[in-house]
């Protein structure tokens, strides 16, 4: 990437060296050049908020930025390009969206998230310290900036508008107020589930800001949890990806002997699920990890994996993750173990178990989703 800071080189985590996918775009580079142009000054406490995969600041590791991100793997790319590029690692701050922010922030530099409950939960917990002199750029792709992301910039931190359009990206030019009256954070936000879905029925929810279906349960997940195994055996369960942890909450009450582990790559996301476990007394034990899929999980270590696999990402990216969920199941489990994965029909996912697994079956299936079962054999 070209900056007035030099040429870093990025790449995105984990590395696949068949990903065509750059690790910045050119919304962060519209950015940087708006820093450097307008002569910014960047001596006191500079936040890059939702930074993708570290390229902000890369950039900008001679100010000493703080990083703040709800991904796991943007924090390893994050670590991985500063060290690819000489940065001491004591550079950067590392912060994830769970931690408590900086007291105060000079400098605020937003790469508008894909959520935006994300945005506006980040927005108010930095809006205290942010103070009158805080310069506040936002930046995002043209598609990814809409009267929405506006209005959140307006009413919770000042007066905002936005550039004119430059290869596609825009930046969010925002004179925070600190007289505004902010509004209240709405997040996390519980909801009860409906009747019908098995030992979880009439649970509370609890979901952090930037979860999968935050605010109502999923039709897939809702399929998925009519659709669980019987349990009753114990043993050693992963809900991989586990968004709000819902589904591993069901499989804990469904089996007070299991032992379940939630895993996910969003730090929002496993807070979620240790809420919501928490929140409706699960008997038993349960383990919570934030990390890449089942990585770091021992080979043979697992009864059951339960995955309902990401797939609104960019195709490429969201084919290798779950590709990379079914690998690492197979890995993590025993033999006889089960991999149990919920998804869209026309998604395919049984050729992939068939080549992995060497088989397949179909436990449930409707006109819109499939249940299907894998045996590590
Ligand atoms: C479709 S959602 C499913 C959430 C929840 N299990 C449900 O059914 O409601 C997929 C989840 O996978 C997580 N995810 C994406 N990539 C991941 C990875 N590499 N490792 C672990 N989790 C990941 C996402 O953050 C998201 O929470």
């Known amino acids: 990437m070209t900056t007035a800071w030099g040429e870093p080189a990025l790449a995105r985590f984990p590395e696949d060296p068949r990903d065509r996918l750059r690790a910045w775009d050119a919304s962060d580079e519209y950015l940087l050049r708006h820093l450097a142009e307008r002569r910014i000054p960047l001596s006191g406490t500079v936040v890059a908020v939702g930074d993708r995969w570290g390229a902000l600041v890369t950039a900008l590791a001679a100010h000493r930025p703080t990083q703040i991100t709800d991904s796991w793997l943007g924090q390893e790319a994050t670590r991985a390009n500063l060290a690819r590029n000489g940065v001491e690692p004591g550079a950067v701050r590392l912060l994830?969206?769970?931690d408590p922010p900086p007291d105060r922030i000079d400098v605020l530099l937003v790469r508008v998230p894909k959520s935006l409950a994300l945005l506006e939960d980040q927005l108010l917990r930095l809006a205290p310290a942010v103070h009158e002199g805080t310069v506040v750029v936002g930046a995002g792709m043209v598609k990814e900036?809409?009267?929405?992301?506006?209005d959140l910039f307006a009413r919770i931190l000042g007066p905002t508008r936005t550039s004119l359009a430059e290869k596609k990206a825009r930046l969010i030019l925002c004179t925070p107020d600190p007289t505004l009256r902010r509004p209240g954070n709405p997040w996390p936000y519980r909801y009860p589930?409906?009747?019908?879905i098995g030992p979880v029925s009439g649970a509370t929810v609890v979901n952090h800001a930037g979860v999968f279906c935050?605010?109502?349960?999923?039709?897939g997940t809702r399929f998925f949890l009519r659709h669980l195994p019987a349990g009753?055996?114990?043993?050693?369960?992963?809900?991989l990806g586990c968004g709000n942890g819902v589904v591993g909450t069901a499989m804990a009450l469904a089996d007070p002997r299991a032992e379940v582990l939630f895993v996910d790559e969003s730090f929002q996301a496993v807070a979620s699920a240790q809420a919501t476990y928490r929140e409706n007394d699960v008997p038993g034990h349960a383990e919570f990890r934030v990390g890449d899929g089942l990585s770091g999980v021992p080979a043979g270590s697992?009864?059951?994996?339960?995955n309902n696999p990401p797939f609104h990402s960019h195709q490429a990216t969201t084919d290798a993750?779950?590709?990379r969920m079914f690998t690492g199941a197979r890995r993590a489990l025993r033999r006889g173990g089960e991999l149990w994965v919920i998804g869209n029909r026309h998604l395919g996912y049984h050729v992939k178990l068939r080549r992995l697994f060497g088989n397949s079956e179909v436990v449930a299936s409707d006109p819109k989703f499939v249940v299907l079962k894998a045996v590590k054999r």
């Open 232 to 239: 009753g055996n114990g043993g050693r369960v992963v809900d």
């Open 96 to 98: 994830t969206t769970q």
């Open 321 to 323: 993750t779950a590709w």
């Open 145 to 150: 900036i809409h009267t929405s992301t506006l």
């Open 193 to 196: 589930l409906p009747d019908g």
């Open 302 to 306: 697992v009864d059951l994996v339960l």
């Open 214 to 219: 935050a605010d109502r349960l999923d039709i």
